[in-house]
């Protein structure tokens, strides 16, 4: 079973248009993130929510917003793509309540705005 | 200063060579760091934790200096396996725990 998994894998679409990315683990983690990877490969955090609440919110433009409906599940809605979307953007989650945070990365989505 | 710093190398070396990354963080605060590694096209995954101590896995050995506030990961006996981007991650606790990672160190293992 995929620990992290992401929808879609691939996303091209048109300036101006509305989209989500899906994200489920099923670790049983209680912290999930979002991270923007651009074209020079740089792993930038959006955002972290811990058991469904925002806890890290960077400097995002407000088109992006995330979304948890439960403690496994970290959607990702974009509103108006701008050609600088494009991006790969990766899920992940990691327990925060032990000693050891290491985040579990989903396969990432890539995103394509013409 | 950047929060986590890395060469981005590329290190070019030939098989069966061993080659060390370095990765210096400035939050002094930090208390959580590890090595990961992404291959192209792929999510990162953890290669592993870096503990006070030092600790080594196989091949691999990382280690922390927090006076200097940096970590290390040292390769031995390098594989074409290896190629690839290990980037490196801190976290620090401010009320949360926010994960910085570096831009990453590119390896190139030719035979």
């Known amino acids: 079973d995929t620990a992290v998994s992401q929808t879609p894998k691939y996303l091209v679409t048109q300036m101006g248009n509305d989209k989500s990315i899906k994200c489920e683990q099923n670790l049983g983690h209680d912290t999930m993130y979002w991270y923007k990877q651009d074209s020079k490969k740089f792993l930038k955090i959006m955002f972290s929510y811990n058991n469904k609440e925002l806890i890290i919110n960077e400097t995002v433009p407000n088109r992006f917003s995330p979304k948890s409906p439960d403690k496994a599940h970290l959607n990702l809605h974009i509103n108006s793509l701008e050609l600088g979307d494009s991006a790969v953007y990766f899920c992940?989650?990691?327990?925060?309540?032990?000693?050891?945070?290491?985040?579990?990365f989903g396969p990432g989505t890539r995103l394509t705005v013409t | 200063r950047k929060e986590v710093e890395q060469d981005p190398g590329p290190f070019n070396v030939p098989e069966g060579a061993t080659v060390a990354f370095n990765c210096t963080y400035s939050?002094?605060?930090?208390?959580?760091f590890f090595w990961y590694r992404q291959d192209c096209r792929k999510e990162p995954k953890l290669l592993m934790s870096?503990?006070?101590s030092g600790n080594e896995d196989g091949r691999f050995t990382a280690q922390l200096n927090r006076a200097s506030q940096y970590i290390s990961l040292l390769i031995r006996d390098s594989k074409l396996s290896d190629s690839a981007t290990y980037l490196c991650?801190?976290?620090?606790?401010?009320?949360?725990?926010?994960?910085?990672f570096g831009r990453g160190t590119s390896l190139i293992v030719h035979p």
């Open positions: 991650v801190v976290t620090s606790s401010g009320g949360s725990y926010i994960p910085t």
């Open positions: 870096v503990y006070s």
């Open positions: 992940a989650s990691s327990r925060t309540s032990g000693v050891s945070y290491e985040q579990y």
């Open positions: 939050n002094s605060a930090s208390q959580s």
